[in-house]
């Protein structure tokens, strides 16, 4: 028997609120926020932030077989962007890490395939929509991602438990968009929805046969798909009770494009009771059909950070900041020299501490050193040390500044002394936060960003951010 053994979500802290593209660019304003990646934050740095809250949700020193990412807007073409958020869990090198990505169908596609294996597989799904200023996919668009650690009872219990599905795929161009190309094209959208409707309707009869599930049974049913008036046209469609409808998170964060159908499925999930049936209803280029039946080891499960809390933990973000963060409005850069390329051996050299956060602790004097040092700052014992892992140790501001002339893609850039809960000190640059309201003593908690880019390389490393949701 197999299914979902852990899941979470990712939502960026900033929102922006729709009714500011009216307020600079004219036009009726709409309603709403839609989430926002930070201009230190992508597919990639999202993806690692929703592993780590599902991988808190299994027994310590749990791995996944196999690491699975999916997205449409990949940091990286040609070199794989799994590798990094492998490298951040800490994951054996025998695992591999794949991505599965250039369409917004490859998350589902993940997710499907990873049930249909016989191997414990994290799926990682993850996406940045946008769309030229004005345009209803930069309004309606969100950011965000998922995951979901997928397996067998052999592998830990089953929260949800697969009970079937089906897909109807056929060729045609109704959304598409050329590599390189910010924004994404559509066709006329009756045609879409005359295209997607049967093919929904086909998935959903075919599942609900295979699965011996009737519509009436089910409980909490979610539908999405980057076409708006096919999703709301079939979800009337499909049988099944309103109140069973999950809230597709339209108005607060937006749709997600490749990692929504596994945030809404991890919604539906928080809100499930043991023995209700989950139906996913997916359309994307065709459809897809997941059912899930809640086991009784759902009820103990209790999420590292729920859907909910994140939406609700939001901060804003000005129209101006999020098109400069976007390259659409380009500004005046920081009179000070543009960054380097990362040295890619000097990277893989120190890839514990710059991928996962691992410092070292001195064995006899437990002195611990960030980074990591061969030689004590206690007792001078010398390459005598334990590695210890940092990224999940809550820390405190001992003191900050605001430098307003260091370069920066957002500044003023915020960099704070922190101190760790057990021990450990370090020196690092903040994220998500608004210089006024910081304080000393304020806690703060490590996340993995991307520091800058120079010719193509992205830097990654381990910023600072305020808790605003304590972790489960």
């Known amino acids: 028997m197999r299914g979902i053994l852990s899941f979470s979500s990712y939502v960026p802290y900033r929102r922006l609120a729709r009714s500011a593209i009216a307020e600079l660019l004219g036009g009726a304003p709409a309603k709403g926020t839609r989430s926002v990646a930070s201009y230190d934050e992508d597919t990639t740095t999202?993806?690692?932030?929703?592993?780590?809250l599902a991988l808190d949700g299994t027994s310590p020193g749990q791995q996944p077989d196999e690491l699975w990412f999916a997205t449409a807007t990949p940091a990286y073409l040609d070199k794989t962007n799994a590798t990094a958020i492998h490298a951040a869990l800490r994951l054996d090198s025998d695992r591999p890490a794949i991505d599965m990505g250039g369409a917004v169908r490859s998350g589902v596609g993940a997710l499907r395939a990873a049930l249909d294996s016989s191997r414990s597989v994290l799926v990682v799904s993850s996406d940045m929509r946008t769309g030229l200023p004005s345009g209803a996919d930069e309004s309606s668009g969100g950011d965000g991602a998922a995951a979901?650690?997928?397996?067998?009872?052999?592998d830990g219990p089953v929260l949800a438990t697969h009970l079937g599905g089906a897909s109807a795929t056929e060729e045609f161009t109704d959304r598409w968009r050329a590599p390189g190309d910010v924004r994404s094209k559509v066709w006329e959208e009756r045609f879409g929805e005359t295209a997607y409707l049967p093919l929904g309707e086909q998935a959903w009869n075919n599942a609900l046969k295979a699965s011996s599930i009737t519509a009436e049974q089910v409980d909490r049913l979610v539908v999405t798909?980057?076409?708006?008036?096919?999703?709301?046209?079939l979800a009337n469609r499909l049988g099944t009770p309103k109140e069973t409808l999950v809230d597709d998170l339209s108005a607060t964060v937006g749709n997600t494009g490749t990692a929504h159908p596994g945030l809404l499925l991890a919604s539906a999930?928080?809100?499930?009771?043991?023995?209700?049936?989950?139906?996913?209803?997916?359309l994307a280029d065709g459809a897809d059909v997941l059912l899930f039946r809640a086991g009784d080891a759902l009820s103990s499960f209790t999420p590292a950070r729920p859907v909910?809390?994140?939406?609700?933990a939001g901060g804003s973000v000005p129209y101006g900041k999020f098109l400069?963060?976007?390259g659409l409005l380009?500004?005046?850069p920081p009179r000070r020299p543009e960054p380097e390329r990362v040295s890619s051996s000097a990277a893989a050299r120190s890839e514990e501490w710059k991928f996962a956060f691992v410092g070292s602790r001195d064995r006899s004097s437990g002195a611990i050193h960030l980074p990591p040092a061969r030689i004590s700052m206690?007792?001078?014992?010398?390459?005598?040390?334990?590695?210890?892992?940092m990224a999940d140790i809550p820390a405190t501001v001992v003191t900050f500044t605001v430098d307003r002339l260091v370069y920066s893609q957002s500044p003023p850039v915020v960099f704070a002394v922190v101190d760790f809960d057990g021990g450990g000190r370090f020196a690092c640059e903040l994220t998500d936060v608004d210089a006024e309201e910081l304080s000393i003593g304020d806690r703060v908690e490590m996340t993995f960003r991307r520091l800058n880019t120079a010719d193509g390389i992205h830097n990654y490393f381990w910023k600072a951010r305020p808790i605003r949701i304590p972790r489960s």
Request: aromatic share 4%; no cysteine.
């Open 148 to 154: 979901f650690l997928v397996g067998s009872e052999s």
């Open 324 to 326: 400069s963060w976007r």
């Open 330 to 332: 380009p500004v005046e």
């Open 378 to 389: 206690k007792g001078d014992a010398v390459d005598d040390m334990d590695p210890i892992p």
């Open 46 to 52: 999202m993806g690692v932030e929703a592993a780590r």
């Open 308 to 312: 909910a809390a994140q939406v609700e």
């Open 225 to 233: 798909g980057t076409h708006g008036r096919a999703v709301r046209q």
């Open 269 to 282: 999930l928080e809100g499930a009771r043991p023995g209700q049936v989950i139906a996913l209803v997916v």
